[in-house]
């Protein structure tokens, strides 16, 4: 299958939980990216308030010059990364996979894994408003190919584009 950046979001969730093995294995080195809409149903989940659920399970991360929230990692020693504060070493299971955020519902190891994460990405930070967003996302395309419908000449006016890229806006 074909992804592109104007993929619907019930297509990529079809996709990816055929091809989902649930082996935890992302969540061993990562986490997952928590959309504002989502805290309040993951903190009712818990039992707790949507401060309590921020102050105790995210952290922020920034991505394209857009802040979002991720879970926690539980780093060992001076690791850059570590596990998700939700998975359960016993099980090697999510703890609230039944809530999931659509981030983690689509992070997968599969021969798609590398499309869905860059569909997720530029349809969840990338902010083509935002000429700091659009720059970085310009840097990150110096080293990936873009999704079908994610060049930046496909998401921006020509003359905003070169404005934004030689630094006349800002």
Known sequence: ???SKDTPKEAI?????KEC???????????GIVLDDEIPRLAEHLGMSTEEF???YLEQFTKFH???????????????????VFLDLETNKCKIHEV???HCRISTCSI???DVQKWFDVNFFLNPNDPQSVRE??????????????????????????????????
């Open 54 to 56: 921020k102050k105790r």
């Open 1 to 3: 299958m074909l992804i």
């Open 137 to 170: 996302y310009n840097l990150y395309l110096e080293f990936k190919e873009p999704l079908l419908g994610a060049e930046l000449e496909s998401l921006l006016p020509e003359e905003d584009l070169k404005k934004i890229l030689n630094y006349e806006r800002w």
């Open 112 to 114: 798609y894994g590398e």
């Open 13 to 17: 969730l079809e996709l990816v939980e």
């Open 66 to 84: 857009t802040t979002r929230h991720r879970f926690k990692q539980v780093r060992v020693g001076s690791a850059p990364h570590g596990r998700c």
């Open 100 to 102: 999931k955020p659509l």
């Open 21 to 31: 093995k649930l082996c935890g294995h992302c969540c061993l080195f990562s986490s």
